[in-house]
């Protein structure tokens, strides 16, 4: 006979049983069985499925680096997979073994009991996008596991000697597992981009299965007797039965409760609702307390409708005036007191003004006015960019209230519009945008949503193509500008390396000896630039190089005094071969062929003398004045002149004010990449914003370029750590407007209330 049906065996909601006793034992290490068994199969099939899904990432990834995130995190998902499988399975096992001690169990922190409370003690971490990903796994599992995870609530609850198992106590719930999957996680010392993918398959192939698994407990429990009739519903607003009376909320075919009808919001507005609740102040107390209804709460209609007029207010006033510094404080007060101006415009419409609004129409409401607030306060954005953006609140709060996923979406075209703009409008200034393009276009665009946008919120999606366009054409114009500035940079650094190799070379050869000016005059102008051509030309490696050094070493030599027979042989052999080398060097340099003739006349002149030779009066004559009558065109640029302006050029650079490598200024510059963008304040000047366009490999000078791809500066690390140190640049943020302000918004959300909130009702 089956256990179930043996009523001996049968145990009822109201009686309890001893955890301590052996059946109890039993029938918990068969539930601890079972969960370990479903969750290291259901977690191996979601680690299989991460290199796959990382690899097809860094196929489509936008740039090297993002590539190479993904392909560190594949190796450090390999490396670190074991401990984290280990760390997880082990944390729920302990949690399944605690339910037999339940006095203990209670000590242990317990997890949020309900999904607000969840959403508000993981989005006060510092990474929202971590507490994001696992607010949505337990939203919405929670809600779609609803039934299962009630009955094994009960029957474990019975099991335990009545001791109430819930959610929050339950070591199988989405959120206890979605917790443990992010403590094991820490394990793992991946990019964050990384660990969302995993988050994404930890739902997909461990959360979505949780039915399976609380039905094959369920059935093992019936089985066993426990509670084999339980029937249940779930409350309106997804509040759980209490223990001692889930006989009572029993429905006749078991089924559950239809939830209260609406649109379901997003993940983030679930998040950011909990957040506004939770700071809205209870009905019956404070500013809430003393609301006043005045007929029905307005409908979507009725805020659309007010919107609508507040918006043909502001477009009947004409084309947007030249957007100025000054009208950012009378906007910011403009955003602050919409929704003060919104019930007064739904009072005038339906002849009698309510005194607030429904939570989730006022949670919007809210919203984006912080949105807006944010844009204002935005230090990334040019001031006269935020007044023009700023005018944008009305059409956006329409949208979000037309399409709820808006906040939720990144690819909405709405938020990717703003995004976009606000990426256009980053780089924006004065000097830079002289013509007026990039103004005259986000203005455009800024007057057609006043001006057209109702209810059609396909209009995003062409202006969003219609702003791409304008993007990618002048993209490929900064990108050729930019491309010509780097090359030409790193010519005159190829070059100017090239003379400092030419130079120290002679310098180190000539060392401490006084060379006559003849000589010494050759070798710093036309064999230096000879030698600069040929490390540019050949290289370094180049068997043209090393011949170009051992005539300086030949040269030099040739200059000491020959004083017996032997010494003035091998002069007379050495000069044969410096006549030919000199040839072919100032031949290589542009040297005319009579000024060639003129410099070896001087040159037969001097060794003539040094070979003891007798010269006429004029001869001598020229010798004594060989510097003054150099046969060397002025074209010639001397590469170096003497050793005293090397000396002075090491003097000055020791005199630039140092900042330590270990400081958080140097980490800062070390941290650049190409495409970050920074605003410069240096003293007497305008403010400038500047994108990092190249990072020299020879010097490691930074190149900073325009949104024209027009050269703005370029400094050395040491330069550029000491601009930082002093406040005179600042690293413009890389993330996206939207992501920015949603993460300010919960932080500030998320931080004890100090005034009335946004959310508080207006009376």
Same mark, same amino acid.
């Given at each position: ?153 009960? @029957? ?193 419409? &339906? ?39 700023? &005018? ?99 010519? &005159? ?15 180190? @050869? ?72 000199? &040839? ?116 490691? @000078? ?62």
């Amino acid at each position: 006979m089956n256990e179930a049906s043996d009523s001996s065996r049968v145990v009822s909601l109201n009686q309890r049983m001893d955890p301590s006793s052996e059946r109890v034992g039993e029938l918990l290490n068969a539930v601890r069985g079972i969960t370990s068994k479903r969750l290291q199969q259901w977690l191996g099939n979601a680690f299989e499925q991460v290199d796959d899904a990382l690899f097809d990432l860094a196929e489509k990834a936008e740039n090297n680096a993002a590539q190479m995130h993904y392909f560190d995190g594949m190796r450090e998902v390999r490396k670190r997979r074991p401990s984290v499988e280990r760390h997880f399975l082990g944390a729920i096992t302990r949690k399944l073994g605690d339910l037999a001690h339940p006095g203990q169990a209670s000590a242990t922190p317990a997890a949020a009991t309900s999904l607000g409370s969840v959403e508000l003690s993981l989005v006060a971490d510092n990474d929202l996008e971590e507490s994001l990903a696992i607010t949505s796994m337990i939203g919405k599992n929670e809600s779609r596991l609803a039934r299962d995870l009630f009955s094994v609530n009960q @029957r474990l609850s019975v099991i335990c000697g009545g001791h109430k198992i819930d959610d929050s106590s339950n070591p199988m719930a989405p959120a206890i597992l979605a917790q443990a999957f992010r403590q094991a996680l820490q394990e793992l010392g991946a990019d964050m981009r990384v660990k969302l993918i995993i988050y994404k398959l930890f739902d997909r192939y461990v959360l979505s299965q949780l039915e399976e698994l609380y039905q094959e407990i369920n059935t093992e429990l019936v089985r066993a007797g426990v509670l084999p009739q339980l029937r249940h519903t779930v409350a309106r607003g997804g509040a759980q039965p209490k223990a001692g009376v889930a006989a009572a909320s029993q429905s006749a075919d078991g089924s559950m409760a239809a939830e209260e009808p609406g649109e379901i919001p997003s993940d983030l507005l679930q998040t950011l609702h909990a957040l506004f609740s939770a700071r809205r102040v209870p009905a019956g107390t404070g500013a809430v307390g003393m609301r006043t209804m005045t007929g029905p709460l307005p409908s979507a209609n009725e805020l659309l409708g007010a919107l609508s007029v507040l918006q043909s207010q502001i477009a009947s006033a004409g084309p947007l005036p030249q957007a100025h510094a000054e009208d950012a404080t009378e906007l910011a007060r403009e955003v602050a007191h919409l929704k003060e101006q919104l019930l007064t415009q739904i009072g005038a419409l &339906r002849g009698e003004r309510p005194s607030h609004v429904a939570n989730m129409d006022e949670d919007t409401i809210d919203l984006v006015g912080m949105l807006f607030e944010f844009i204002l306060e935005d230090r990334n954005l040019p001031t006269v960019m935020q007044v023009m953006l700023a &005018r944008l609140q009305i059409p956006y709060l329409k949208a979000a209230i037309l399409d709820r996923k808006l906040f939720a979406h990144r690819q909405h075209p709405a938020r990717r519009l703003l995004d976009c703009l606000a990426e256009q409008a980053k780089g924006w200034s004065e000097e830079s945008d002289r013509d007026h393009r990039l103004h005259d276009k986000v203005k455009s665009i800024v007057d057609q949503l006043l001006h057209e946008f109702d209810d059609d919120m396909g209009i995003f999606e062409r202006l969003l193509v219609d702003l791409q366009q304008f993007q990618d054409v002048n993209k490929r114009r900064s990108e050729l500008a930019e491309q010509r500035v780097a090359e030409s940079t790193r010519g &005159r650094e190829k070059l100017e390396q090239a003379r400092r190799r030419a130079a120290s070379e002679i310098l180190d @050869r000539i060392g401490t000896q006084k060379l006559p000016p003849l000589v010494h005059g050759v070798l710093a102008r036309a064999w230096a630039n000879h030698m600069v051509l040929t490390l540019l030309r050949q290289g370094e490696d180049s068997p043209e190089f090393k011949t170009a050094l051992r005539f300086i070493d030949e040269f030099i030599a040739s200059t000491r005094p020959a004083k017996d027979a032997a010494s003035l042989k091998t002069l007379r052999e050495m000069l044969p071969g410096i006549e030919r080398a000199l &040839r072919l060097g100032l031949a290589n340099v542009a040297f005319q062929e009579q000024d060639i003739e003129r410099l070896l006349g001087q040159l037969h002149t001097y060794y003539r003398q040094q070979l003891g030779e007798k010269l006429e009066e004029n001869e001598v004559a020229t010798v004594e004045e060989d510097a003054a009558m150099l046969a060397i065109p002025d074209s010639i640029q001397p590469v170096i002149d003497t050793k005293v302006a090397a000396a002075q050029e090491i003097e000055d650079e020791e005199e630039v004010v140092e900042v330590p490598p270990d400081s958080p200024e140097w980490h800062q510059v070390q941290a650049l990449q190409p495409g970050n963008w920074l605003e410069f304040s240096l003293a007497d000047e305008a403010p400038a914003r500047a994108k990092l366009s190249w990072i020299s490999p020879m010097s490691g @000078r930074y190149l900073f370029v325009n949104r024209r791809g027009l050269k703005v500066a370029d400094y050395a690390p040491q330069e550029l750590a000491l601009l930082f140190a002093e406040g005179q640049a600042r690293v413009l943020a890389a993330n996206a407007l939207f992501d920015r302000a949603m993460t300010a918004i919960v932080g500030k959300l998320s931080q004890p209330e100090t005034e009335a909130t946004p959310s508080t009702a207006t009376e």
